[in-house]
């Protein structure tokens, strides 16, 4: 159920953008009771692609013309509390877990919209601004380009799975990072029909990881 605030937020952000003609613009929000990575390093794999799948909807649909890609969310909702912090009360917990968590536009008048505070971080998380008003690199935002260039990584993932299906190639291959432990294999964690596939350690596919940097580039070269 939404509270109060996230009603205002959604009432006023809707207001806003039609006082400044800007009703193409798109924001996504997933609510969540489970845990979601929002980290990109592995689209280029096929992991991680949740939020920038929406984001390709959007972008290839005809309801809307030409979108302005705001933001993509995920507010996690029936979560427990974390243990208590000393200095802050419940109120102040249950907020910071429930602000949203995701990929957002480095269109500081846009993402003003969304969080009239960015700059403190009090809606989003993972925000934050240098001295000299240029937004830190770990910040996860981003170019109406550099989400041009993401969004290819969806579509080169979209084709591969077609055509994987089209000529009923269904290999056995669970995939590891290099860096990651023995046993943390993704495809396997949670499928309980080990024996029909037989999979063995000789199926398991070893991936490098990937900076940021290799996937869009250096962001502030980038602008």
């Given amino acids: 159920m939404f509270n109060k605030s996230e009603i205002l937020f959604a ?7 039609k006082k400044q003609h800007m009703l193409d613009t798109v924001i996504i929000v ?3 009771t489970g845990t979601v990575s929002t980290d990109l390093t592995r689209i280029k794999d096929g992991f991680n692609m949740q939020l920038l799948m929406y984001l390709y909807l959007i972008k290839n649909t005809t ?3 030409n979108p302005r890609l705001a933001g993509a969310y995920i507010e996690h909702i029936l979560d427990e509390l974390k243990n208590a912090e000393p200095g802050k009360t419940y109120a102040e917990i249950e907020k910071n877990n429930n602000r949203l968590e995701g990929l957002t536009t480095k269109d500081k008048n846009m993402l003003s919209h969304i969080d009239n505070n960015y700059e403190l971080s009090s809606f989003i998380k993972g925000i934050k601004l240098k ?9 996860k935002v981003y170019t109406e380009e550099q989400f041009d260039i993401l ?3 969806i579509d080169e993932n979209i084709d591969k799975v077609i055509e994987a299906i089209e000529n009923c ?3 056995i291959n669970p995939k590891r990072y290099i860096t990651a432990k023995p046993n943390d294999i993704i495809g ?6 080990k024996e029909v596939c037989f999979v063995n350690a000789k199926n398991i596919v070893i991936l490098n990881e990937t900076t940021m940097e290799e996937i869009i580039g250096d962001k502030s070269e980038v602008d």
């Fill in 169 to 171: 190639d269904f290999k």
């Fill in 131 to 139: 001295n000299d008003g240029e937004f830190y690199n770990y910040s």
């Fill in 11 to 17: 009432y006023n952000f809707v207001r806003d953008l």
């Fill in 151 to 153: 969004l290819t990584y």
């Fill in 188 to 193: 396997c964690e949670f499928c309980p029909f």
């Fill in 30 to 32: 997933d609510y969540k």
């Fill in 63 to 65: 309801n809307i013309e």
